[in-house]
Protein backbone atom coordinates (compact mmCIF):
# COMPACT_ATOMS: atom_id res chain seq x y z
CA UNK A 1 0.00 0.00 0.00
CA UNK A 2 2.92 2.49 0.89
CA UNK A 3 4.20 2.30 -2.89
CA UNK A 4 0.58 3.18 -4.29
CA UNK A 5 0.57 5.87 -1.90
CA UNK A 6 4.14 7.07 -3.24
CA UNK A 7 3.02 6.86 -6.64
CA UNK A 8 0.56 9.22 -6.07
CA UNK A 9 1.72 11.31 -3.95
CA UNK A 10 4.81 11.52 -6.98
CA UNK A 11 2.01 12.22 -9.74
CA UNK A 12 0.12 14.54 -7.62
CA UNK A 13 3.68 16.36 -6.87
CA UNK A 14 4.19 16.69 -10.81
CA UNK A 15 0.68 17.88 -11.46
CA UNK A 16 0.87 20.65 -8.92
CA UNK A 17 4.20 21.57 -10.86
CA UNK A 18 2.42 22.06 -13.77
CA UNK A 19 0.27 24.06 -12.18
CA UNK A 20 2.69 26.34 -10.81
CA UNK A 21 4.26 26.73 -14.06
CA UNK A 22 1.47 27.37 -15.99
CA UNK A 23 0.72 30.38 -12.92
CA UNK A 24 4.29 31.57 -13.29
CA UNK A 25 3.52 31.68 -17.31
CA UNK A 26 0.30 34.18 -16.06
CA UNK A 27 2.76 36.20 -14.29
CA UNK A 28 5.34 37.00 -17.36
CA UNK A 29 5.30 40.31 -19.08
CA UNK A 30 4.15 40.32 -22.44
CA UNK A 31 7.45 41.15 -24.23
CA UNK A 32 9.58 39.10 -27.06
CA UNK A 33 11.77 37.65 -23.85
CA UNK A 34 9.42 36.94 -21.78
CA UNK A 35 6.83 34.78 -24.33
CA UNK A 36 9.52 33.23 -25.55
CA UNK A 37 10.33 31.34 -22.25
CA UNK A 38 6.35 31.16 -21.40
CA UNK A 39 6.18 28.91 -24.48
CA UNK A 40 9.11 26.85 -23.06
CA UNK A 41 7.84 26.65 -19.84
CA UNK A 42 4.58 25.67 -20.27
CA UNK A 43 5.81 23.28 -22.21
CA UNK A 44 8.56 21.42 -20.15
CA UNK A 45 7.13 22.76 -16.94
CA UNK A 46 3.88 20.34 -18.04
CA UNK A 47 5.49 17.52 -19.75
CA UNK A 48 6.85 15.69 -16.57
CA UNK A 49 3.77 14.98 -15.25
CA UNK A 50 2.58 13.66 -18.81
CA UNK A 51 5.77 11.57 -19.29
CA UNK A 52 5.26 10.19 -15.69
CA UNK A 53 1.64 8.88 -16.74
CA UNK A 54 3.62 7.07 -19.53
CA UNK A 55 6.43 5.53 -17.26
CA UNK A 56 3.51 3.82 -15.31
CA UNK A 57 1.84 2.32 -17.83
CA UNK A 58 5.95 1.29 -19.17
CA UNK A 59 5.69 -2.15 -21.27
CA UNK A 60 9.46 -3.26 -19.88
CA UNK A 61 11.72 -1.95 -17.23
CA UNK A 62 14.40 -0.23 -20.30
CA UNK A 63 10.65 1.61 -21.34
CA UNK A 64 10.04 2.52 -17.68
CA UNK A 65 13.92 3.79 -17.69
CA UNK A 66 13.85 5.61 -20.72
CA UNK A 67 10.84 7.43 -20.63
CA UNK A 68 11.43 8.43 -16.46
CA UNK A 69 15.28 9.96 -17.92
CA UNK A 70 13.12 12.19 -20.91
CA UNK A 71 10.76 13.26 -18.07
CA UNK A 72 14.24 13.97 -16.08
CA UNK A 73 15.24 15.88 -19.12
CA UNK A 74 12.18 18.47 -18.96
CA UNK A 75 12.46 18.58 -15.12
CA UNK A 76 15.93 20.00 -15.69
CA UNK A 77 15.06 22.34 -18.82
CA UNK A 78 12.16 23.70 -16.73
CA UNK A 79 14.58 24.66 -14.42
CA UNK A 80 16.54 26.31 -16.73
CA UNK A 81 13.79 28.46 -17.67
CA UNK A 82 13.11 29.27 -14.23
CA UNK A 83 16.63 30.01 -13.14
CA UNK A 84 16.90 33.33 -16.50
CA UNK A 85 13.40 34.31 -15.31
CA UNK A 86 14.77 34.85 -12.17
CA UNK A 87 17.88 36.25 -12.67
CA UNK A 88 16.90 38.27 -15.76
CA UNK A 89 14.60 39.52 -13.82
CA UNK A 90 11.44 39.16 -15.32
CA UNK A 91 9.56 38.92 -12.76
CA UNK A 92 9.74 38.97 -9.03
CA UNK A 93 7.32 36.44 -7.15
CA UNK A 94 7.81 34.19 -4.44
CA UNK A 95 6.63 31.55 -5.65
CA UNK A 96 9.23 31.56 -8.62
CA UNK A 97 11.39 30.54 -5.26
CA UNK A 98 9.17 27.82 -4.40
CA UNK A 99 9.19 26.57 -7.72
CA UNK A 100 12.42 26.16 -8.11
CA UNK A 101 12.96 24.35 -5.09
CA UNK A 102 10.10 21.84 -6.05
CA UNK A 103 11.57 21.09 -9.25
CA UNK A 104 15.37 20.60 -7.42
CA UNK A 105 13.67 18.22 -5.70
CA UNK A 106 12.05 16.63 -8.34
CA UNK A 107 15.18 16.09 -10.04
CA UNK A 108 16.88 14.44 -7.42
CA UNK A 109 13.33 11.67 -6.68
CA UNK A 110 14.02 11.31 -11.16
CA UNK A 111 17.71 11.19 -10.52
CA UNK A 112 17.17 8.60 -7.90
CA UNK A 113 14.07 6.62 -9.08
CA UNK A 114 15.98 6.19 -12.16
CA UNK A 115 19.60 4.85 -10.41
CA UNK A 116 17.53 2.53 -8.58
CA UNK A 117 15.56 0.97 -11.62
CA UNK A 118 19.20 0.99 -13.11
CA UNK A 119 20.35 -1.37 -10.43
CA UNK A 120 17.38 -3.29 -10.50
CA UNK A 121 17.47 -4.17 -14.37
Not at 4 to 32: H, Q, S
Not at 40 to 59: D, R, V
Not at 100 to 112: C, G, K, R
Amino acid sequence: MEKTILKYNLEDRLVKLACLCLEICDLLPNTRSANNLEYQLSKSGTAPALLYGEAQAAESRADFIHKMKIALKELRETRINLRIIKEKPIITNEKLQNVLLEVNQLIAIFSSSISTAKKNQ
